[in-house]
Protein backbone atom coordinates (compact mmCIF):
# COMPACT_ATOMS: atom_id res chain seq x y z
CA UNK A 1 0.00 0.00 0.00
CA UNK A 2 1.41 3.44 -0.77
CA UNK A 3 2.09 5.33 1.87
CA UNK A 4 3.14 9.30 1.95
CA UNK A 5 5.74 10.86 4.62
CA UNK A 6 5.92 14.85 4.64
CA UNK A 7 9.00 16.71 6.05
CA UNK A 8 10.77 20.35 6.18
CA UNK A 9 7.89 21.94 7.84
CA UNK A 10 8.80 23.63 11.28
CA UNK A 11 8.68 27.41 12.16
CA UNK A 12 9.82 30.17 10.75
CA UNK A 13 9.40 33.96 10.61
CA UNK A 14 7.38 36.08 8.13
CA UNK A 15 8.95 36.80 5.25
CA UNK A 16 10.99 33.25 5.53
CA UNK A 17 11.00 30.78 3.49
CA UNK A 18 10.69 26.68 3.72
CA UNK A 19 10.29 23.58 1.83
CA UNK A 20 8.63 20.43 2.50
CA UNK A 21 9.55 17.24 0.88
CA UNK A 22 6.63 14.12 0.09
CA UNK A 23 8.22 10.35 0.10
CA UNK A 24 6.39 7.95 -0.98
CA UNK A 25 6.68 4.22 -0.63
CA UNK A 26 4.73 0.99 -1.87
CA UNK A 27 3.68 -0.12 -5.28
CA UNK A 28 2.52 3.29 -7.43
CA UNK A 29 1.68 2.34 -10.94
CA UNK A 30 0.92 6.02 -12.12
CA UNK A 31 0.03 9.07 -10.82
CA UNK A 32 -2.70 11.49 -11.76
CA UNK A 33 -2.51 14.38 -9.33
CA UNK A 34 0.18 15.32 -6.82
CA UNK A 35 -0.82 18.20 -4.27
CA UNK A 36 -0.23 19.66 -1.14
CA UNK A 37 -3.37 20.81 0.83
CA UNK A 38 -3.45 22.23 3.66
CA UNK A 39 -5.40 22.75 7.19
CA UNK A 40 -5.20 25.79 8.68
CA UNK A 41 -6.43 26.66 12.27
CA UNK A 42 -9.96 26.02 12.72
CA UNK A 43 -10.51 25.81 8.84
CA UNK A 44 -11.12 23.13 6.30
CA UNK A 45 -8.53 21.24 4.46
CA UNK A 46 -8.00 23.19 1.28
CA UNK A 47 -5.74 22.62 -2.02
CA UNK A 48 -2.13 25.00 -1.79
CA UNK A 49 -1.11 23.38 -4.83
CA UNK A 50 -1.45 20.81 -7.46
CA UNK A 51 0.34 18.93 -10.37
CA UNK A 52 -1.43 17.35 -13.08
CA UNK A 53 -1.22 15.29 -16.44
CA UNK A 54 2.33 13.87 -15.23
CA UNK A 55 3.19 17.76 -14.11
CA UNK A 56 1.70 18.94 -17.43
CA UNK A 57 -0.28 21.32 -15.78
CA UNK A 58 -0.18 23.19 -11.99
CA UNK A 59 -2.78 25.07 -9.95
CA UNK A 60 -2.05 27.01 -6.84
CA UNK A 61 -4.51 28.73 -4.81
CA UNK A 62 -4.53 32.43 -4.98
CA UNK A 63 -3.68 32.66 -1.67
CA UNK A 64 -0.06 31.41 -2.08
CA UNK A 65 0.33 32.04 -6.11
CA UNK A 66 3.58 34.01 -6.91
CA UNK A 67 5.38 32.52 -3.30
CA UNK A 68 4.42 28.90 -3.20
CA UNK A 69 6.46 26.73 -6.27
CA UNK A 70 5.18 23.24 -6.48
CA UNK A 71 7.98 20.79 -8.35
CA UNK A 72 8.10 17.06 -8.91
CA UNK A 73 11.10 14.99 -8.59
CA UNK A 74 11.00 11.21 -8.89
CA UNK A 75 8.98 8.57 -7.33
CA UNK A 76 10.35 8.33 -4.05
CA UNK A 77 10.46 12.03 -3.50
CA UNK A 78 7.15 12.62 -5.79
CA UNK A 79 6.74 16.37 -4.95
CA UNK A 80 7.98 19.02 -3.35
CA UNK A 81 6.41 22.73 -2.21
CA UNK A 82 9.15 25.96 -1.75
CA UNK A 83 7.00 28.63 0.19
CA UNK A 84 8.74 31.79 0.34
CA UNK A 85 7.69 35.01 1.78
CA UNK A 86 5.86 33.23 4.65
CA UNK A 87 3.26 34.84 6.66
CA UNK A 88 1.36 34.00 9.42
CA UNK A 89 -1.75 33.15 7.70
CA UNK A 90 0.25 29.77 5.70
CA UNK A 91 0.55 28.31 9.75
CA UNK A 92 -1.19 25.07 8.89
CA UNK A 93 -0.71 21.28 8.80
CA UNK A 94 0.63 20.60 5.47
CA UNK A 95 0.17 17.58 3.25
CA UNK A 96 1.26 15.76 0.49
CA UNK A 97 -1.64 13.96 -1.50
CA UNK A 98 -1.64 11.63 -4.51
CA UNK A 99 -4.22 10.25 -6.62
CA UNK A 100 -3.28 7.21 -8.04
CA UNK A 101 -4.79 5.07 -10.91
CA UNK A 102 -4.87 1.61 -9.04
CA UNK A 103 -4.85 -1.32 -11.53
CA UNK A 104 -6.16 -3.83 -8.96
CA UNK A 105 -9.15 -2.22 -8.07
CA UNK A 106 -9.45 -0.41 -11.42
CA UNK A 107 -9.97 2.94 -9.66
CA UNK A 108 -8.34 6.06 -8.60
CA UNK A 109 -7.16 5.98 -4.98
CA UNK A 110 -6.24 9.33 -3.01
CA UNK A 111 -3.46 8.96 -0.36
CA UNK A 112 -2.70 11.11 2.03
CA UNK A 113 0.82 11.63 4.24
CA UNK A 114 -0.04 12.80 8.32
CA UNK A 115 1.15 15.93 7.82
CA UNK A 116 3.70 18.08 8.58
CA UNK A 117 3.00 21.45 11.07
CA UNK A 118 4.11 24.91 9.37
CA UNK A 119 4.59 27.45 12.05
CA UNK A 120 5.01 30.96 10.69
CA UNK A 121 5.56 33.79 13.53
CA UNK A 122 5.41 37.54 12.54
Known amino acids: QVQLVESGGGLMQAGGSLRLSCTAS????????LGWYRQRPGKERELVAV????????NYADSVKGRFTISRDNIRSPVFLKMNSLKPEDTAVYYC???????????????WGNGTLVTVSS
Open 51 to 58: LRNGGGST
Open 26 to 33: GNILSYNE
Open 97 to 111: HAKVWALTSGTYVNY
